[in-house]
């Protein structure tokens, strides 16, 4: 009995054994998976075409058919926006027309506005960026350009100066016309230009803002609500660490969201131009900042002042023959998180042969590094002075001929007596 109670004892422990090596196996199996949560992946997007690019570096992480030509709809409104901006006083009174109201069909948009109705540039930019305001953006038209057509023509010219290649407009609010398209990748030169002037950027990140009351309209209830919901604290989308800028949707267009980020230490737009419905934009915008704060990070490779290298001067005294190169500003490299900086090699160049005296501060040469294709620079500066050796052998040498012309002048004059 004894025996058999032995066997049944190895057999349980046996089983058991098994039983904690399929669970840790099962464990293993998860950990893994979550890991793959952060793998180099770019996301499903399901809209016509898409881009994500780093603003300082201009490093495009993420891209999706974004040279194709689509139609922008309302995200046309950011240029308008940036052109008024540039060409008018914000307390400038802007006088609303017959024309600017007449020309938004019944189904857009509008603040309302008022034939005849005297408001502030201001005013109607933001009734522009927040609620998209197709009447806003013919009055500002008309007061910037002179007619539609006159500041359409503003607006393509000023879109080839930013270095738009396939960009084409016709009005300033992108109401649907065949003539009137754009590509992901110009929005994306559009909206960053449009994001360094701090007037546009405030606007576009302002959640709320209410009309005040004018000649025509004498109560101050024209509530602008921002139509990005990254924006608004009370949406589920609300991020804070979205800074703007606009929303636009027409049948053709479909729905469209430029959103600019600030991350991690990382800057960049997103463009979404063509998606399914007004919920898929935001979404898939947020898997693109998901993707980018998962795979992407801002990596200092060196502090301002950091000694990066030695060299010898020539024709240096002993003590400050040994020079040190420090560099004379921090470089900041976006890096996908799978490179680690310390194997990023530096290229170093020296400018010309190094002789004594230098002076600390002098610019001396270069380091560069290329990371992720982005080409990195800074200059490289004496970390402090070098002082010119004195050369004693020139002064025996000249005291010597000295001594010698010294001589034969003596002696020639005796000769002569």
Same mark, same amino acid.
């Given at each position: ?31 893994i998976?979550?890991?793959? !949560?952060? *793998? ?22 993420y891209? $999706?058919?974004?040279? %194709? ?5 309302? !995200? ?18 802007? #006088? +609303? ?50 007619? %539609? ?23 300033? %609010? ?19 230009? *449009?994001? $360094?002037?701090?007037i546009?950027?405030?606007? +576009?990140? &302002?959640?709320e803002?209410?009309?005040? *009351? ?12 921002? &139509?990005?919901q990254?924006? %608004?604290?009370?949406? /589920?989308?609300?991020?804070? =660490? ?6 636009? &949707? #027409? ?5 469209c969201?430029? #959103? ?11 463009? !979404? ?6 919920? /898929? ?28 290298t030695?060299v010898?001067v020539? =024709? *240096? &005294? ?18 996908? !998180? ?14 010309? =042969? ?22 990195y ?37 005796? /000769?002569?007596?």
């Amino acid at each position: 009995m004894l025996k058999n109670k032995r066997k049944y004892c190895k057999e349980k422990a046996k089983k058991n054994i098994y039983k904690i090596a399929l669970l840790l196996l099962i464990i293993f199996i998860i950990l893994i998976n979550n890991l793959n !949560v952060y *793998a180099v992946e770019p996301p499903s997007i399901n809209a016509k075409s898409a881009i994500v690019v780093e603003k300082n570096t201009e490093k495009i992480m993420y891209e $999706k058919d974004a040279y %194709n030509q689509n139609y922008p709809a309302s !995200v046309t409104k950011i240029l308008t926006a940036i052109l008024v901006i540039e060409n008018c006083n914000l307390d400038d009174i802007v #006088t +609303v027309s017959q024309t600017a109201i007449s020309s938004v069909p019944s189904d857009y948009v509008v603040a309302p506005l008022f034939v005849g109705e005297q408001i502030r540039v201001e005013d109607l930019l933001y009734a522009l960026m927040l609620k998209s305001c197709n009447d806003a953006a013919y009055a500002l038209a008309e007061h910037v350009g002179g007619s %539609n057509q006159g500041f359409a023509d503003m607006m393509n010219k000023k879109a080839e100066e930013i270095g738009c290649k396939n960009t084409h407009f016709v009005n300033p %609010n992108g109401i649907h016309n065949n003539n009137h398209y754009t590509t992901a990748y110009d929005l994306y030169l559009i909206s960053n230009y *449009a994001m $360094k002037n701090e007037i546009f950027a405030k606007i +576009v990140s &302002t959640h709320e803002y209410t009309l005040p *009351a004018t000649n025509m309209y004498k109560s101050a209830n024209r509530v602008m609500v921002n &139509t990005n919901q990254f924006i %608004n604290q009370n949406s /589920s989308f609300y991020d804070e =660490n979205v800074k703007g800028i606009k929303t636009g &949707t #027409t049948n053709q267009a479909g729905n469209c969201l430029i #959103t600019d980020v600030e991350k991690k230490g990382l800057e960049y737009i997103i463009v !979404v131009l063509g998606a399914d419905n007004a919920e /898929s934009k935001f979404k898939e915008t947020k898997k693109m900042i998901d993707y980018v704060s998962n795979n992407f990070a801002l990596v200092k490779l060196h502090d301002k002042g950091e000694i990066i290298t030695s060299v010898d001067v020539k =024709n *240096a &005294t002993e003590e400050t023959q040994k020079l040190n190169l420090v560099i004379s500003d921090e470089i900041l490299a976006m890096n996908n !998180v799978e490179v680690k900086s310390d194997e990023i090699t530096p290229e170093i160049k020296i400018t010309g =042969n190094l002789v004594a005296p230098i002076q600390e501060g002098q610019q001396i040469g270069t380091v560069k590094y290329i990371v992720e294709g982005i080409e990195y620079t800074a200059d490289l500066v004496a970390a402090n002075n070098v002082e010119k050796k004195k050369n004693y052998d020139y002064i025996i040498v000249g005291g010597i001929c000295a001594v010698v012309i010294l001589l034969f002048i003596t002696v020639k004059e005796k /000769s002569k007596k």
